[in-house]
């Protein structure tokens, strides 16, 4: 199964910005990713998704602040988050969501001022 590397994760204010990053851990060619997040007791969501075609789904809490984008030159897909709101505090994930791989560890993004 494919394995996910992500990065970029931190602390930020609210309002704040942080860029997460998430490349394949072997050599696998990223031909459509999504970004998940799960906060403490709650269930793993899909927060965005790009498909090979450059489809774009967001879910509603975040329309207008993320943007996912793909780096098909660098095999990364990323995810630009503004305006941060303390609800967005979760660990992101990254996977394909039209074939699902092994969820990596995933990164902390905690928003607190």
């Known amino acids: 199964q494919a394995q996910f590397v992500e990065s970029g994760g931190g602390l930020a204010q609210p309002g704040g910005s942080l860029r997460l990053s998430c490349v394949p851990s072997g050599s696998i060619f990223i031909s459509g990713m999504g970004w998940y997040r799960q906060a403490p007791g709650k269930q793993r969501e899909l927060v965005a998704r790009?498909?090979?075609?450059?489809?774009?789904y967001y879910v509603d809490s975040v329309k207008g602040r993320f943007t996912i984008a793909m780096d098909n030159a660098k095999n990364t897909v990323y995810l630009q988050m503004n305006s941060l709101k303390p609800e967005d505090t979760a660990v992101y994930y990254c996977n394909n969501p039209w074939s699902l791989g092994s969820w990596g560890q995933g990164t902390q993004v905690t928003v607190s001022s």
């Open positions: 790009i498909s090979r075609y450059g489809n774009i």
